[in-house]
Each structure stands twice: as C-alpha cells, then as structure tokens.
C-alpha cells in the first residue's frame, strides 16, 4: 500500500499535484494512514491551536474545544457545539425573486413570469470573514437543511481505533438543532 508523506498531502489539498500523481492516488488503494496526515496538513494550515477532529467542509472543521466539540471556521470563528446546524448561526442571503436568483443564474426557470416558485436558494455565510460556506437550493419554508452529522466516536473508535475522551457526555450522535430552533420558538413567545 502506497504512503504520501504531508508535502504530497497539502499539495493534494491546494490543487497542486500533476496529473500522473493524482491519478496515481485516486487509482491506488488509499494509505492506512491517510486521515491522520491529512488532519496534521489542515492543523498547519489554520492559525488557531484547537485540535481538528474532523474536517466539516471547505473551511469548516469540528475542532475539541475543553470538552466541548464545536464547529470552527478557518478564521477562527466558532459557531457553537457540532450537533446543532451551524447553519443557524450563520448570516443567510435568501435568493427568493427573479430579480435576485437572475444576479448568480441565468437561464429558464419553473415558476417565473408570476407563476408560484417552487425553489430559493439560500447562501451561508461566515460572520466573522465574510467567506461563502454553503449554497442550498430548497423550497421556500423548508428547514435549514444539515448536512453531516457524523458520529465522531464510532469514527475514531471503530475505524481508526483511537477513541475520542467522551468527556461528561452520556450520548454524542445526537442532533440537537431543534433545542436552538425551541429556544427561539420560546423567545418569540415570551415577546409577544
Ligand atoms: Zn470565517
């Protein structure tokens, strides 16, 4: 089995591997020890010292934080524990009108001249750089839709066989968007 050493991983990552070395790895099974070196590129690569547990998307990462484990932006923003949407906490720009979704997308489209629209696209963004994290496509109304909640201790105990310290925490792999969405519930609630 082939092992890449962290120069070739980071090139990997930055889109600077040729060809034949690409292809080489895609075409080859992957190197036992792939994810670890994959997580030591990314941990030289951002600026604060919280460990990567595992990388969420482009620039975000759930990262152990005391005994917390929580979603992190490259920049250093955090947007609170992994099991609730980061989503949630993220600044939101709705394309919801001709007007807005003919800006990014050109082209015909099911409900246009003052038919009902069946579909808006909403785009996440950083709150503390600014990036473009996320772009969703749902119906109006639909949820935040939440992409990956992965069950971080099977995936360090079973597959690489280094559990995680669960800390004070019972039970992990839980989604707990809807205690944030029940808050606000309760918040609009008490306003009235
Ligand atoms: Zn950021």
């Not at 090139?11 to 600077?16: H, N």
């Not at 709705?94 to 800006?103: I, S």
């Not at 808006?120 to 496509?137: K, N």
């Given at each position: 089995?082939?092992?890449?050493?962290e120069d070739e991983i980071r090139d990997l990552i930055e889109g600077k591997l040729s060809w034949e070395m690409l292809k080489r790895m895609m075409s080859s099974p992957k190197d036992s020890d792939r994810f670890e070196t994959y997580v030591a590129v990314l941990q030289k690569r951002v600026s604060w010292q919280d460990r990567i547990l595992l990388p969420l998307a482009e620039h975000l990462y759930i990262v152990q934080k005391g005994e917390s484990r929580v979603v992190k932006c490259d920049c250093g923003h955090e947007f609170g524990d992994y099991r609730q949407n980061w989503k949630l906490e993220a600044l939101i720009n709705v394309r919801d009108t001709d007007a807005k979704l003919g800006e990014v997308y050109i082209g015909p489209r099911v409900?246009?001249?003052?038919?009902?629209?069946?579909?808006?696209l909403r785009e996440y963004y950083c709150p503390g750089c600014g990036l473009q994290l996320e772009v969703e496509a749902v119906?109006?109304?639909?949820?935040?839709?939440f992409d990956f909640l992965p069950d971080l201790d099977a995936f360090y105990a079973r597959w690489l066989e280094k559990p995680l310290p669960s800390g004070t925490e019972k039970e992990w792999f839980v989604d707990k968007t809807y205690e944030v969405t029940s808050e606000w519930a309760n918040e609009l609630k008490s306003s009235k």
């Amino acid at each position: 089995m082939p092992t890449y050493s962290e120069d070739e991983i980071r090139d990997l990552i930055e889109g600077k591997l040729s060809w034949e070395m690409l292809k080489r790895m895609m075409s080859s099974p992957k190197d036992s020890d792939r994810f670890e070196t994959y997580v030591a590129v990314l941990q030289k690569r951002v600026s604060w010292q919280d460990r990567i547990l595992l990388p969420l998307a482009e620039h975000l990462y759930i990262v152990q934080k005391g005994e917390s484990r929580v979603v992190k932006c490259d920049c250093g923003h955090e947007f609170g524990d992994y099991r609730q949407n980061w989503k949630l906490e993220a600044l939101i720009n709705v394309r919801d009108t001709d007007a807005k979704l003919g800006e990014v997308y050109i082209g015909p489209r099911v409900g246009e001249n003052g038919g009902s629209r069946r579909t808006e696209l909403r785009e996440y963004y950083c709150p503390g750089c600014g990036l473009q994290l996320e772009v969703e496509a749902v119906p109006p109304g639909y949820h935040a839709l939440f992409d990956f909640l992965p069950d971080l201790d099977a995936f360090y105990a079973r597959w690489l066989e280094k559990p995680l310290p669960s800390g004070t925490e019972k039970e992990w792999f839980v989604d707990k968007t809807y205690e944030v969405t029940s808050e606000w519930a309760n918040e609009l609630k008490s306003s009235k």
